[in-house]
């Protein structure tokens, strides 16, 4: 399985990024995203994560309202769309995959990419 991040960079407060996790391997549809950022001197925190065969979708409270997670099952790829962005929100952040959903459980996950900065000025 590999999982392959795209979008980060860097954007004022208020803007908008969406970030990309395209993932091959599963030998099924059926598997799970989970999206985690880690700050410097913070632990990993999950952010937002969604099961493929339902569809159900789950967020932290930090994000809620704000960024949504979404698949495109014709492509493998699910995004994370970053609105209204604070300073607080930059951190490196990563996608993470498994056939059971973990929910915000890094340990659930045994899949993870390489990882995209996202950084948000003030």
């Known amino acids: 399985v590999q999982l392959v991040e795209s979008g980060g960079g860097l954007v004022q407060a208020g803007g908008s990024l969406r970030l990309s996790c395209a993932a091959s391997?599963?030998?099924?549809?059926?598997?799970?995203i989970g999206w985690f950022r880690q700050a410097p001197g913070k632990e990993r925190e999950g952010v937002a994560c969604?099961?493929?065969?339902?569809?159900?979708?789950y967020y932290s409270g930090s994000v809620e309202g704000r960024f949504t997670i979404f698949s495109d099952n014709a492509k493998n790829t699910v995004y994370l769309q970053m609105n209204n962005l604070r300073p607080e929100d930059t951190a490196f952040y990563h996608c993470?995959?498994?056939?059971?959903?973990?929910?915000?459980?890094?340990?659930?996950?045994?899949?993870w990419g390489q990882g995209t900065q996202v950084t948000v000025s003030s």
């Open positions: 969604i099961s493929r065969s339902d569809g159900s979708t």
């Open positions: 993470a995959a498994d056939q059971k959903l973990g929910f915000f459980n890094e340990y659930q996950y045994r899949y």
């Open positions: 391997g599963f030998a099924s549809d059926d598997y799970a």
